[in-house]
C-alpha cells in the first residue's frame, strides 16, 4: 500500500469531501506533518486572519463549515500524522547532510522519506526549494493543481 503525504491545502480538501481527482491511486493512504496540520489548525482557528485557506471553508455552508471544523479539531485516524519525535534524527540527519531548508520543508521531506511517500503540495504551495531538495534525494514530489 502506497502512502500520499499532503500539505494542508490538500488536507483541507480532502477533510471538505473535495479530493483532486489526481491525487492518488485507489487503496493509497494520506499522511501529513504536525507542520503542515497546526499550519491548517492556525488558518481556520481565527476570524482575523483571512487567507486560501480560511477562504475555502468560507465558501461552504455554515454546517458543513463547523462538521470540518470539527474534523479539523479530532483529525480522523485515517489520516496518519508523523510525529517530531519521529522525525527530529531524520531532520537532524538532512540538515547534516548539507540539505537547507525551512523547518516546515525540512520537516516534509523527512516524513516523506521516512514513511516512503510520495509527498503532493497544491499548486498554491509550490516550493522550489523543497522540489529541489526531493529531487537531489530521489523523493518523489507533485504539484496537484486540479
Partial sequence: MSTVLVDDHLLLRLLLDDEPKSLRS???TIATTGLWYHRLCRA???????GSISRQLGGVEESVAGAVLGTV???????ELVSLRTLSWPMGQLIGGGVRLNLLSLEALA????????????A???NIPLQQAADARGTTLRIVAD
Fill in 26 to 28: 485507489q487503496g493509497s
Fill in 44 to 50: 481556520l482557528s481565527t476570524q482575523t486572519v483571512i
Fill in 73 to 79: 479539531i479530532d483529525l480522523p485516524e485515517s489520516i
Fill in 111 to 122: 516524513a516523506a522519506e521516512y514513511l516512503g511517500a510520495e509527498m503532493c503540495l497544491a
Fill in 124 to 126: 498554491v504551495d509550490e
